[in-house]
């Protein structure tokens, strides 16, 4: 079993709609939970952060953290054409110095949004 | 936010030579950075973490002497994979973290034919 699971999609989804992307994880020490956008052949780039459970809401986009389920969510709202990209969730286990490099990814999810 | 620097971009070599593979933290210094792969449509896989001035540490499988690992600042670190071989085509992507964030680099598509 991977230590984190993600569906890979492809999804497809209309502009305007809602989107959600999820992740489970079975190691119960991560603490500390991101989503990354990439797109195609570039590098990941940050999109949220969050620690332990809870919500954070950030613009269009909203995380959930569920960690009595181990389970992490991505909500886009009004989603855009240049949403398309492939959603990656990662997660570390440990605070502070440089452990936030040493993350542990999803899959990744392959989005697209058509007009 | 902080710049990362990958170079090259994109690089195609013949079955047994060696490349080199540069990733710099452009307005920070970053005392530990990280390798990882990625193969198409998969996650990033960590490869090793890159502290300067020691050796690098590798994660479980991933064969040190094939990938070499070199972090002789605060802000450069190297990753050379010897005697390449088709399956090493792949994407490397670097990072960089600070206290608070990691920083990817932009990512190198290596082809080995």
Sequence with gaps: QKEVEQDPGPLSVPEGAIVSLNCTYSNSA??????YRQYSRKGPELLMYTYSSGNKEDGRFTAQVDKSSKYISLFI???????????????TDTSGGTSYGKLTFGQGTILTVHP | GAVVSQHPSRVICKSGTSVKIECRS????????FWYRQFPKQSLMLMATSNEGSKATYEQGVE????????????????TVTSAH???????????ATVAEAFFGQGTRLTVV
Excluded: G
């Design chain 1, 77 to 91: 709202r009004d989603s855009q054409p240049s949403d398309s990209a492939t959603y990656l969730c990662a997660m």
């Design chain 1, 30 to 35: 991560f603490q500390y939970f991101m989503w």
């Design chain 2, 26 to 33: 452009l307005d920070f210094q970053a005392t530990t950075m």
């Design chain 2, 86 to 96: 088709p399956e090493d085509s792949s994407f490397y992507i670097c990072s960089a």
């Design chain 2, 64 to 79: 040190k002497d094939k990938f070499l690992i070199n972090h002789a600042s605060l802000t450069l670190s190297t990753l």
